[in-house]
């Protein structure tokens, strides 16, 4: 396994979900668009960056790709069940939860994919 890579692509994967995140809220506020679609932006944004990280985590690794773009998949999702428990006091998994959850995974598989 290759730690720096993984380190680099779970922060890649923040930054660009954070970065997605501010846009739509920045939409939302100003009435660009509403809350609905700003919800679906920040769900596509943050299945786009744990891709976009597992493949940098996996084009970094020598071997053992899989297990490198699954592990920034597996550190956004329990940095997001944290984030999640934090705000609402206890881990709630709504239909949502498990909806960024079972994508963030595909994204961290499919990354795997493409990286050769």
Known sequence: MNLKGILRGVIFSYIIAAFVLFLSAVATYFNIIDERTAGIITFGGAIVGVFVGALGAAKT????????????????????????????????????????????????????????
């Open 61 to 116: 690794a020598e071997f053992k790709i899989l297990i490198n773009a699954m592990a920034v998949s597996l550190c956004f999702i329990i940095l997001i069940i944290i984030a999640a428990s934090a705000v609402n006091g206890s881990i709630e998994l709504h239909t949502r939860t498990w909806a960024l959850i079972g994508s963030a995974a595909a994204a961290g598989f499919a990354a795997a994919l493409f990286a050769k």
